[in-house]
């Protein structure tokens, strides 16, 4: 080999060097771009690691979302641009070919002649046919001239990368602006909701209020209508029939009077307005009476109602008694309304609660009635829904939602079991405190029925001595009206004047008292010429016998434990003095003897059908009432026309009278 073709190797050998380290010089760039992802990372990542590798002045890119053109350089500055002012790159844009630019460092004196050339090339990224942006590199060293040539590669490189990442991040930009409508969309529906929800909610409280204001205002008219129809009931002066028309009006009263209250109960829950107001009361007592008049309600219809306690059932508790009995009511009216025949089980029991002093009250009330199908046993605890054939015919649908709401401000819970055609159980559950049955005192007064004194007794003088206004009060509102003499000390002392100076036949006295107590005052009275004459009645609050005890020993004759119930005050007259007392006659039972109908022909239909006829007039309810008269009409025209005409007079006491009649 010759010395030429020797050198000319060697130059060879050295330019494939230089290539080789130009190529590693791309690959290296090439991977440091792709190290990151995300447009604006990969544009500063490129300028930077370009400035790096290569050098330069300045880097510049431009490039297009859309139909924008958007600018970044090396130093940071970025820009959406509106024209491209540098002609070289709008020259790039147009042509979609690379340039380069030489020009000449000339006010340079530290760098020698050799290094005032500079190269700025202006290189179009474009992909197949596609111009994604211009890349511009100013002033180049004149010793990356020859990395030039190797640029396509790098480039075509860049331009897909961009065009990936422009893509990208349009989807992106696109993404986000959805989600953006949407979460404002949403956000609009959620808005409109709540105000919907405001808006109804406030207008439910409104109506609630109103009706519950508006139900009120009715009840107390009612309550008149009914008073007085009562009152003139009793009247010896009316006749018969005028009689029997206050019964309409009465039964009708009380039907309107009890829808009413369904109402505004309702009312009252929705508005929030209901509160439980606990008391100790006599459960025991409750229940029986709730299962007695129930109990008249089940056998009118043939059907047996049976009820079962536990033995360990408390006998008295603190709960809401009036709720517990609206609940008890209302299940068990229910199980009578829905049952047609065989028997309704009433079962109480108990649970063991978290808390020692209280209890779970578990009462289950299980008819053998239509039952209620399992799709409908969700809903018959919304207001005013009914289900089953007839039942629109038989309430409002008030009655369970009441039930429940009651139960559920009571702490407890409700549930049902039920099979079509078998029967349903419903089953609740409440806490209630156990109670002694001191504390059943609280329990309100019987109903007073002692309307006079007998006549031919003498004028009894009671004194009442009690320091507290209301309670002398309501001693002098029980007795006044009877015709006794009454008189009134505040405190011991004035006790022993008055009994001095007026000798009565007896004393109620209070004990706890200022100045002098009562224990004292007795023992002073009795001490007194006459005082052994005069009986003293000892009202007390206390229950201790050791108490009791003392007073006895002063000289108190009885005791009536506070508070008491009027008929006590009664019947501790009657003992200590033997005072007879007139008790309130029982109502008279209208006799009424039919003049349409002829009683042993109407005896003679089926004892089932002359029992429905008698609900449905029990009831006042006008359609089963005509209905059971279609049937009897089929057996009996004669006996249905004086039904008939009954009906149309509204006269149901009429039909009932016949019903009852022997
Ligand atoms: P309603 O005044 O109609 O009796 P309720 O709220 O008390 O209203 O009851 C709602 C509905 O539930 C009733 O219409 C009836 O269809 C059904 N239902 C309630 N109790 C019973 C039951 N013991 N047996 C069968 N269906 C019942």
Same mark, same amino acid.
């Given at each position: /080999?010759?010395?030429?073709?020797?050198?000319?190797?060697?130059?060879?050998? *050295?330019?494939?060097?230089?290539? *080789?380290?130009?190529?590693?010089?791309?690959?290296?760039? /090439?991977?440091?771009?792709?190290?990151?992802?995300?447009?604006?990372?990969?544009?500063?990542?490129?300028?930077?690691?370009?400035?790096?590798?290569?050098?330069?002045?300045?880097?510049?890119?431009?490039?297009?979302?859309?139909?924008?053109?958007?600018?970044?350089?090396?130093?940071?500055?970025?820009?959406?641009?509106?024209?491209?002012?540098?002609?070289?790159?709008?020259?790039?844009?147009?042509?979609?070919?690379?340039?380069?630019?030489?020009?000449?460092?000339?006010?340079?004196?530290?760098?020698?002649?050799?290094?005032?050339?500079?190269?700025?090339?202006?290189?179009?990224?474009?992909?197949?046919?596609?111009?994604?942006?211009?890349?511009?590199?100013?002033?180049?060293?004149?010793?990356?001239?020859?990395?030039?040539?190797?640029?396509?590669?790098?480039?075509?490189?860049?331009?897909?990368? =961009?065009?990936?990442?422009?893509?990208?991040?349009?989807? &992106?930009?696109?993404?986000?602006?959805?989600?953006?409508?949407?979460?404002?969309?949403?956000?609009?529906?959620?808005?409109?909701?709540?105000?919907?929800?405001?808006?109804?909610?406030?207008?439910?409280?409104? *109506?609630?209020?109103? =009706?519950?204001?508006?139900?009120?205002?009715?009840?107390?008219?009612?309550?008149?209508?009914?008073?007085?129809?009562?009152?003139?009931?009793?009247?010896?002066?009316?006749?018969?029939?005028?009689?029997?028309?206050?019964?309409?009006?009465?039964?009708?009263?009380?039907?309107?009077?009890?829808?009413?209250?369904?109402?505004?109960?309702?009312?009252?829950?929705?508005?929030?307005?209901?509160?439980?107001?606990?008391?100790?009361?006599?459960?025991?007592?409750?229940?029986?009476?709730?299962?007695? /008049?129930? +109990?008249?309600?089940?056998?009118?219809?043939? &059907?047996?109602?049976?009820?079962?306690?536990?033995? $360990?059932?408390?006998?008295?508790?603190?709960?809401?008694?009036?709720?517990? +009995?609206?609940?008890?009511?209302?299940?068990? #009216?229910?199980?009578?309304?829905?049952?047609?025949?065989?028997?309704?089980?009433?079962?109480?029991?108990?649970?063991?609660?978290?808390?020692?002093?209280?209890?779970?009250?578990?009462?289950?009330?299980?008819?053998?009635?239509? #039952?209620?199908?399992?799709?409908?046993?969700?809903?018959?605890?919304?207001?005013?829904?009914?289900?089953?054939?007839?039942?629109?015919?038989? #309430?409002?649908?008030?009655?369970?939602?009441?039930?429940?709401?009651?139960?559920?401000?009571?702490?407890?819970?409700?549930?049902?079991?039920?099979?079509?055609?078998?029967?349903?159980?419903?089953?609740?559950?409440?806490?209630?405190?156990?109670?002694? %049955?001191?504390?059943?005192?609280?329990?309100?007064?019987?109903?007073?029925?002692?309307?006079? &004194?007998?006549?031919?007794?003498?004028?009894?003088?009671?004194?009442?001595?009690?320091?507290?206004?209301?309670?002398?009060?309501?001693?002098?509102?029980?007795?006044?009206?009877? #015709?006794?003499? =009454?008189?009134?000390?505040?405190?011991?002392?004035?006790?022993?004047?008055?009994?001095?100076?007026?000798?009565?036949?007896?004393?109620?006295?209070?004990?706890?008292?200022?100045?002098?107590?009562?224990?004292?005052?007795?023992?002073?009275?009795?001490?007194?010429?006459?005082?052994?004459?005069?009986?003293?009645?000892?009202?007390?609050?206390?229950?201790?016998?050791?108490?009791?005890?003392?007073?006895?020993?002063?000289?108190?004759?009885?005791?009536?434990? *506070?508070?008491?119930?009027?008929?006590?005050?009664?019947?501790?007259?009657?003992?200590?003095?033997?005072?007879?007392?007139?008790?309130?006659?029982?109502?008279?039972?209208?006799?009424?003897?039919?003049?349409?109908?002829?009683?042993?022909?109407?005896?003679?239909?089926?004892?089932?059908?002359?029992?429905?006829?008698?609900? $449905?007039?029990?009831?006042?309810?006008?359609?089963?009432?005509?209905?059971?008269?279609?049937?009897?009409? %089929?057996?009996?025209?004669?006996?249905?026309?004086?039904?008939?005409?009954?009906?149309?007079?509204?006269?149901?006491?009429?039909?009932?009278?016949?019903?009852?009649?022997?």
């Amino acid at each position: /080999m010759s010395n030429d073709e020797l050198e000319k190797l060697r130059q060879r050998a *050295k330019k494939l060097a230089v290539e *080789k380290s130009y190529l590693q010089l791309i690959i290296q760039l /090439m991977s440091r771009i792709s190290m990151v992802s995300g447009l604006e990372n990969t544009i500063d990542n490129l300028l930077h690691s370009v400035v790096d590798v290569i050098g330069g002045a300045n880097l510049i890119l431009y490039y297009q979302i859309d139909d924008e053109t958007f600018y970044t350089d090396v130093y940071g500055k970025k820009q959406k641009l509106q024209t491209i002012a540098d002609p070289q790159v709008a020259e790039a844009y147009r042509s979609g070919l690379p340039t380069e630019y030489e020009h000449h460092f000339k006010d340079t004196q530290l760098i020698s002649a050799e290094f005032t050339n500079a190269y700025t090339w202006v290189y179009p990224l474009k992909v197949g046919n596609q111009l994604i942006g211009v890349f511009k590199m100013e002033s180049l060293h004149i010793a990356m001239r020859e990395l030039y040539e190797h640029l396509p590669l790098f480039f075509n490189y860049i331009a897909l990368v =961009l065009k990936n990442e422009i893509l990208g991040y349009t989807r &992106l930009q696109q993404i986000n602006q959805q989600l953006e409508q949407e979460i404002i969309h949403r956000k609009q529906i959620e808005k409109d909701l709540r105000h919907a929800k405001t808006v109804a909610e406030e207008a439910n409280q409104a *109506k609630s209020i109103f =009706l519950a204001n508006m139900s009120h205002e009715l009840r107390t008219p009612m309550n008149a209508v009914l008073g007085f129809s009562k009152i003139m009931q009793t009247d010896p002066e009316i006749t018969e029939s005028q009689r029997q028309n206050l019964n309409i009006i009465n039964r009708s009263g009380t039907h309107l009077l009890n829808l009413i209250n369904d109402i505004l109960d309702m009312a009252k829950i929705e508005a929030g307005r209901v509160v439980i107001e606990t008391e100790p009361f006599d459960l025991g007592e409750t229940v029986r009476d709730i299962v007695d /008049m129930m +109990r008249e309600r089940a056998e009118s219809k043939h &059907l047996q109602l049976f009820h079962t306690e536990n033995s $360990a059932l408390p006998r008295f508790v603190e709960a809401d008694p009036y709720k517990l +009995r609206q609940i008890l009511i209302n299940l068990i #009216g229910n199980a009578i309304k829905y049952t047609e025949t065989g028997s309704i089980n009433v079962r109480f029991n108990i649970k063991n609660h978290v808390d020692q002093n209280k209890v779970w009250l578990v009462c289950e009330v299980e008819d053998s009635g239509v #039952g209620i199908k399992a799709e409908d046993q969700g809903k018959i605890f919304e207001p005013f829904v009914q289900v089953g054939k007839n039942s629109s015919q038989k #309430g409002t649908g008030l009655g369970l939602p009441i039930t429940k709401q009651y139960v559920n401000l009571m702490g407890g819970t409700i549930s049902l079991t039920s099979q079509v055609n078998k029967g349903s159980l419903f089953r609740i559950e409440l806490p209630v405190s156990k109670v002694s %049955a001191e504390d059943i005192m609280a329990i309100k007064p019987h109903q007073n029925q002692v309307v006079g &004194l007998s006549p031919n007794q003498i004028l009894y003088r009671l004194l009442i001595v009690d320091d507290n206004f209301e309670n002398r009060l309501l001693l002098k509102k029980i007795l006044q009206p009877l #015709g006794f003499q =009454l008189r009134e000390a505040c405190n011991g002392q004035e006790a022993i004047e008055i009994f001095q100076q007026w000798q009565p036949h007896l004393i109620w006295m209070d004990i706890r008292m200022p100045v002098m107590g009562g224990k004292e005052a007795t023992r002073q009275i009795k001490a007194l010429p006459n005082g052994k004459d005069t009986v003293v009645v000892a009202l007390t609050a206390s229950v201790f016998e050791d108490q009791r005890d003392e007073l006895f020993k002063a000289g108190v004759d009885a005791f009536v434990s *506070k508070p008491y119930r009027i008929d006590e005050i009664f019947s501790c007259l009657h003992q200590c003095l033997n005072v007879e007392f007139i008790y309130q006659a029982l109502e008279p039972q209208p006799v009424y003897v039919s003049e349409h109908v002829p009683v042993k022909q109407f005896k003679a239909l089926p004892a089932a059908l002359q029992s429905q006829l008698h609900h $449905a007039a029990g009831q006042l309810d006008l359609e089963q009432t005509a209905s059971v008269i279609a049937e009897i009409n %089929a057996l009996d025209n004669h006996v249905a026309t004086g039904l008939q005409h009954y009906l149309e007079q509204m006269d149901f006491q009429a039909i009932l009278d016949l019903c009852e009649s022997r």
